[in-house]
């Protein structure tokens, strides 16, 4: 299915990398302007540079910091206008056992996913208010289906369909015409994994990344590649879905069945 996004502003955070990354080329090839925001400015700048006819720009925002979020929101207005969609893919993993999760490891996790979400709705629909759009947050299987050994990361995934539930009640409630909706996928080829120390484990066992997924995916679902989670979310953003909002799509094969 194709897209039509020519006129619209986007911002995607997590954009330097994996989902975000997939998510703001595909906006930018469907005819958006996008906003590659991310803490790796360096990596954002490279994802904005490909985007055609220059309709790509980075910026550098730690997701948990107010002051940049206003100091992102006020680029967008005063250099376009308005801001009529907003992917938000920023996030973090941990893994560990629920006994051995230190408090600061817990709030760590939670303040990125769960704070960064929040303070992207809220200043997303404060920048919607009068024109409308619409916000997709990438969640997790493991936000559905509890994942051993990493509670923190679980927790903070599946608050993000409840809070894109109560966004989305609030909007129609008010008739605000901005629709909210959470994609979760489960595993996904991104950089995330190779931070992890039992996934490094694997790829020293098994010889090579793609050896290490397919044995991950052995007791589950296969691995999606950042394009097929950017295809659900652009449908999501599109026309067509106007007036699905508040749902949580899982992409997970039946994994949480």
């Not at 980075?58 to 967008?76: I, K, P, Q, R």
């Not at 919607?128 to 994942?147: D, H, K, T, W």
Request: proline residues 4%; charged residues 20%.
């Amino acid at each position: 299915m194709s897209h039509a996004f020519t006129d619209r502003v986007a911002l995607v955070t997590g954009a330097a990398s994996g989902i975000g990354a997939a998510c703001a080329r595909a906006l930018g090839e469907a005819g958006a302007l996008v906003i590659c925001a991310d803490r790796d400015l360096v990596g954002a700048e490279g994802v904005a540079a490909a985007i055609p006819d220059g309709r790509g720009v980075a910026f550098g925002l730690e997701v948990t910091d107010e002051a940049a979020w206003d100091g992102l929101t006020g680029l967008v207005r005063d250099r376009q206008g308005r801001l009529t969609i907003l992917v938000h893919a920023a996030g973090i993993s941990a893994a560990s056992p629920l006994v051995d999760t230190s408090l600061a490891e817990w709030r760590r996790v939670l303040a990125v996913n769960l704070d960064g979400a929040f303070l992207a709705i809220r200043h997303g629909l404060r920048a919607m208010r009068e024109q409308g759009g619409a916000i997709v947050l990438i969640g997790s299987a493991s936000g559905i289906r509890p994942a051993a050994g990493a509670a923190a990361y679980s927790v903070s995934k599946a608050g993000l369909a409840m809070l894109a539930r109560t966004a989305a009640k609030e909007c129609r409630d008010v008739g605000l015409p901005v629709h909210v909706n959470v994609v979760s996928p489960a595993g996904v080829k991104t950089p995330m994994w190779r931070s992890m120390e039992f996934f490094q484990a694997l790829v020293a066992e098994h010889g090579s990344e793609a050896a290490a997924y397919e044995a991950l995916a052995a007791g589950g679902p296969p691995f999606a590649e950042p394009a097929q989670v950017a295809e659900v979310v652009l449908f999501l953003l599109s026309d067509g879905a106007r007036h699905i909002t508040g749902v949580e799509v899982p992409m997970d094969g039946g994994f949480v069945l």
